[in-house]
T-cell receptor, first 109, second 120 residues
Framework: GQNIDQPTEMTATEGAIVQINCTYQ??????LFWYQQHAGEAPTFLSY??LDGLEEKGRFSSFLSRSKGYSYLLLKELQMKDSASYLC??????????WGAGTKLIIKP | GAVVSQHPSWVICKSGTSVKIECRSL??????MFWYRQFPKQSLMLMAT?????????EQGVEKDKFLINHASLTLSTLTVTSAHPEDSSFYIC????????????????FGPGTRLTVT
């Protein structure tokens, strides 16, 4: 079966760095997405990785290792507004998105 | 660019009535639209995928006759919850993908703001 695993909840301090991991087992691979979702709102796109390596975009970076079925989202200089759920999603061979359950990130002052 | 709207943003209805939710791509043509349902503290659950002009493909466990999806044009898809019951209360989110020739990459999904349905 297809499976996406990510931690349920993480806590970090304002100004610090946090890494949210995601491991996956899917039928084929056409890229991995990270989305941010604030409570009561729809997800917003953060990043897309299809090749191995690190993609940096401001305070957020995303890493992919296809051989390991592994990705992480790195958030630097955490701000209170970064408190949200972070969803990992993999596009399978049918171009369907397989969603992880999301990681709730709590930022403390 | 790549804006998706949903209407209404929230709705309260009585048990047994039907509710229609609209999803529109405002500045691009959506070749495919997706309908998701999300219960509190849970991840997105894909309900169905629809392509313009053809019947929607429903995920296992989703009742076709209860959740009617119409994708009449490249900018509009509707989800109708028929004979709604309290257990249908949820956050319904649509998303759309643009044609492969536009967007940052072919298959990014652009999400609407969601519709919160409460059935009393």
């Amino acid at each position: 079966g297809q499976n996406i695993d990510q931690p349920t909840e993480m806590t970090a301090t304002e100004g610090a760095i946090v890494q949210i991991n995601c491991t996956y087992q899917t039928s084929g691979f056409n890229g991995l997405f990270w989305y941010q979702q604030h409570a009561g709102e729809a997800p917003t796109f953060l990043s897309y990785n299809v090749l191995d390596g690190l993609e940096e975009k401001g305070r957020f970076s995303s890493f992919l290792s296809r051989s390991k079925g592994y990705s992480y989202l790195l958030l630097k200089e955490l701000q209170m507004k970064d408190s949200a759920s972070y969803l990992c999603a993999v596009m399978d061979s049918n171009y369907q998105l397989i969603w992880g359950a999301g990681t709730k990130l709590i930022i403390k002052p | 660019g790549a804006v998706v709207s949903q209407h209404p943003s929230w709705v309260i209805c009585k048990s047994g009535t039907s509710v229609k939710i609209e999803c529109r791509s405002l500045d691009f043509q959506a070749t495919t639209m997706f309908w998701y349902r999300q219960f509190p503290k849970q991840s997105l659950m894909l309900m169905a995928t629809s392509n313009e002009g053809s019947k929607a493909t429903y995920e296992q466990g989703v009742e076709k006759d209860k959740f009617l999806i119409n994708h009449a044009s490249l900018t509009l898809s509707t989800l109708t919850v028929t004979s709604a019951h309290p257990e249908d209360s949820s956050f319904y989110i649509c998303s759309a993908t643009s044609s492969p020739t536009s967007g940052r990459f072919s298959y990014e999904q652009y999400f609407g703001p969601g519709t919160r349905l409460t059935v009393t």
